[in-house]
């Protein structure tokens, strides 16, 4: 039985397995959005054009025939999954809500990685994390004033990053601004102050990891600002679950 311990956590393992089945599926996302787009095919090998689906969406991430690297690091995709949503379900999310935000997280988590290699956020992706978290979220049964906080955090928060946008396009690019709507929105669901809390942090980190090249006397790089607002939004959502 499920309303028993033994069967709650039986139950929470195979949601976390099924889950983490559809890493290969957010490799494959990965992959296409960060290999140079090529004459014939993205999910083609740059070095010997063969399909990369789906050994390459494994763990091991490489080209089946030349093992050249493919995608993200091994494993490093896997954990992220893992770890996020082993957060989720022990912060006490449970239902639509566990469904919403675990949803919401794979495609951050995509977003950080694709951010993390070639500095940018899709817009395509970005709107995948908000059709999925509002879809998810809207048979939760909350009242309208949860999704008007919910929105209006979003609103707000994009509407700042717009402005850091225009005052300094070299700071941050269109794709920053784009996604903070679905970490607005979902954060802003469970209280209008947890997102400019990631917001606050994901900054605080870009201004750490610029202070660590200057004194390293490493060059100056473009940091990947989309990649700390994924982090640091996934580990406020566990966060502010579990203070619920």
């Known amino acids: 039985m499920t309303g028993t311990p033994t069967g709650r956590h039986r139950a929470q393992l195979s949601y976390l397995g099924h889950l983490l089945a559809v890493t290969p599926l957010l490799r494959w996302l990965i992959i296409g959005y960060t290999i140079p787009a090529a004459p014939t095919d993205r999910h083609r090998c740059v070095r010997c054009a063969a399909r990369l689906w789906p050994d390459a969406c494994r763990p091991s991430a490489c080209c089946p025939d030349c093992r050249t690297p493919a995608g993200p690091p091994p494993y490093t995709v896997e954990i992220a999954a893992a770890a996020s949503i082993v957060m989720l379900i022990c912060s006490g999310a449970r239902g639509w809500e566990l469904a919403a935000y675990a949803s919401w997280s794979m495609f951050l988590i995509a977003l950080g990685f694709i ?85 606050m942090l994901s900054h605080s980190a870009t201004l750490l990891a610029f202070a660590i090249q200057r004194t390293t006397g490493r060059q100056r790089q473009h940091q990947p600002f989309g990649t700390y607002l994924a982090t640091t939004s996934i580990l406020v959502a566990a966060v502010a679950h579990a203070a619920q």
Do not use: C, K, M, N
Not at 117 to 139: C, E, G, I, K, Y
Not at 163 to 170: D, I, R, T
């Open 115 to 199: 951010d993390i290699a070639v500095r940018r956020l899709p817009h395509q992706l970005t709107a995948a994390a908000t059709l999925s978290l509002t879809a998810f979220l809207a048979p939760a049964g909350e009242t309208p004033s949860t999704w008007l906080e919910a929105v209006a955090a979003a609103v707000g928060l994009a509407a700042f990053h717009a402005l850091l946008h225009a005052a300094a396009s070299s700071g941050l690019g269109l794709g920053d601004v784009t996604i903070t709507i679905p970490v607005g929105l979902a954060l802003g669901w469970l209280d209008w102050r947890y997102p400019f809390a990631a917001a």
